[in-house]
């Protein structure tokens, strides 16, 4: 009998929770999931924020005396989609309109549980404030195609950032084969490679096929920076499908099994104006000593 009461109980504060609505308090307003806010201009005017629409705006969050953000500073402002999750800044945004400026509150442990990010916030308060600025909405279909603006500008810059360091790219390969004299062929892409290792009866790999590689990684100073050798184990991947460096597709293609080769790679057939995390800095032609070791033909 007890269990039936906690279990009817259980469902009572449980609907008591779900009809539970925002509430006013001194001037703010509570949402059930502890976000309050208050509207310091309302611009009677302004479309209202609808789900799923972009918003952009600018905002200053704090706690206590602290900035942890102020895109205010920034030369252009944030876009956001609108997704009113509860126990977020965002809860509060289908209750504003364009050219509100609103002061938002969250508990620090509702952010806490939704992301363990903001517990290194702990010792400096309890609560976090926003000061928000809605300045537009953009529709989806909008949005789409400023990203698409923003990645072909971006992709043209780093053409042009390439470009700059190609010169710098070949006078560094050319210094290293100045000090590692060796013959080397030179594909149409750039990318230059030597056979050490010839198996004249070797199977060669075709695309979709998966192989098996020995490998030793080389910047041009002959820092060492990866090799499969001291694990004792050739590493795999499927050939010609872009799971490796464009320079391991194309160079690991021309050989066959069993044979050695070495692989001089420019920085754009290899990992660009990004680099590789802390090993391969950007724009950093690299050598690689490889071994084909097997084949394993694709079931196609």
Not at 60 to 82: A, E, H, R, S, Y
Not at 109 to 116: A, F, Y
Not at 205 to 221: A, E, F, M
Request: glycine share 8%.
């Amino acid at each position: 009998m007890k269990k039936v009461f906690w279990q009817f109980l259980a469902i009572i504060l449980l609907a008591a929770t779900a009809c539970e609505k925002p509430r006013q308090e001194s001037g703010e307003t509570r949402l059930p999931s502890g976000v309050s806010f208050k509207v310091i201009k309302r611009n009677e005017k302004g479309a209202k924020l609808k789900e799923n629409e972009f918003v952009v705006l600018r905002f200053l969050g704090k706690v206590g005396d602290t900035v942890i953000q102020n895109t205010f500073k920034d030369p252009k402002p944030v876009t956001l989609q609108i997704q009113s999750v509860p126990g977020s800044p965002a809860e509060v945004f289908p209750f504003l309109q364009i050219g509100d400026s609103v002061h938002i509150k969250v508990p620090l442990d509702t952010l806490i549980k939704r992301n363990p990010y903001f517990e290194m916030l702990r010792p400096k308060g309890k609560t976090v404030e926003y000061f928000v600025k809605i300045e537009s909405i953009k529709s989806a279909e909008e949005r789409k195609k400023e990203i698409m603006a923003l990645e072909k500008e971006a992709m043209k810059k780093q053409e042009e950032l390439a470009k700059q360091n190609e010169g710098k790219e070949n006078k560094t390969i050319e210094e290293y084969l100045a000090k590692n004299p060796m013959t080397l062929e030179v594909t149409p892409s750039g990318l230059k490679y030597s056979i050490t290792q010839k198996n004249p009866a070797g199977a060669k790999p075709q695309s979709g096929d998966s192989v098996k590689v020995h490998y030793t990684g080389k910047l041009l100073n002959g820092k060492v920076f990866d090799s499969s050798i001291q694990r004792k184990i050739p590493f795999g991947f499927v050939l010609g499908q872009g799971q490796v460096i464009k320079g391991w597709d194309e160079g690991i293609a021309l050989l066959r099994k069993g044979e050695k080769a070495t692989l001089l790679i420019p920085s754009k057939l290899g990992y660009g104006a990004q680099g590789a995390g802390k090993a391969i800095p950007p724009f950093a032609p690299l050598v690689f000593e490889v071994e084909l070791v097997d084949i394993i033909p694709s079931k196609k």
